[in-house]
């Protein structure tokens, strides 16, 4: 039986492996090769990787762990995770069942991306949902918003810290409460209702929104105000508490209400960035090493691994 099991291998579950590597703790990273920012072309606010390829990330990282000989990364995509005697039994997509005492659910969210023709074209390039991790690079540039609602106008509305230039795209009606209206105007937010006909793009650069009518929108970035949802089911199947966001209700170690599950990165709370995640697997790992260490002098029994 595994000490732990963790289920995806994002910046938070080979966070949590490096720390319970060093904790010569027995784990097996099993992930389905989906990361959320695949798309993007650089990663940004990650003290001292500002920048650096997603791809390189988790390279980067993925190496670090091959001297930690108890950690043993997987490529699979697990099915389910089920309680049992002592533990939970993980069952792999195709493949065996695997053993485990405690289980990390690392497996991350999925944007709802809208059906903008271009969009695939740009997105992770010029068109993004976070300003944190992409304004910078297009501060003091025309930006349009793609999003519709108070949640769309208060998100333009913030995407000013980034641009003076901010047009809202509504591909539709806009259906803004008269405040939200009314704080647009006057910020100099322009909100464009006529539908999305396309984005047009050149080497993955946005040069322009086109509506259906009126002139296009000249920007060279678009914003998208998006939901999201989590990547996986098991979180839920297992009985994990979701917020109304839908993500795990988790502790700050990533502990859920099911005894033995931890939920971390993307799965549980905000903030939604990749040190963040990091952060969360380190500190569920600990919670993890702690939980087993102390079960082992409560039975009497050396937590040495020998
Ligand atoms: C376009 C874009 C750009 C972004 N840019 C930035 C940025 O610049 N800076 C920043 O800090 N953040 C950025 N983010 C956010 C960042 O991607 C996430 O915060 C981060 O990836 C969260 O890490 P995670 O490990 O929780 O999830 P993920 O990175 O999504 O990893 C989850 C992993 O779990 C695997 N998985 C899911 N279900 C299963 C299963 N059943 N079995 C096995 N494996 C499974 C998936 O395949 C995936 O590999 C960006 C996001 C997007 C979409």
Redesign the pocket.
Known sequence: MYDCVI????????SAALMLGRARRNTLV????????A??H?????LTRDGIS?AEFLAVARRELERYETVTLRN????SVDPIEGGFRIQL?GGPAIEAQTVVL????V?DLPALPGLEDC??TSA???P???GWEHRDKPIAVHGHGDTAADYALRLLRWSATITLCSNGPARLGPESAAALTRHGIVVREEEIRRLDVVGGRLQRVVLDQGDPVEAEALFLCLGHEL??D?LAALGVTLMESGVADAARSGATNVDGVFA????SRDP??????AAE?AAAAVAINERLTRAALDGGRSPHPG
């Not at 289920?7 to 080979?14: D, R, S, T, Y």
């Not at 099993?30 to 920012?37: C, V």
């Not at 690392?106 to 969210?109: I, L, R, S």
């Open positions: 289920v995806g291998g994002g910046p938070a579950g080979l099993l992930d389905a090769g989906a990361p959320r920012n798309a993007s650089a990663l940004h606010g990650f997603p699979a995509r697990v099915e997509t690392a497996t991350g969210v944007d997105y992770g993004h949902h976070c944190y991790c992409d990547r996986s098991i971390i990165g993307d799965a939604q960035f990749v040190v963040t995640a697997g």
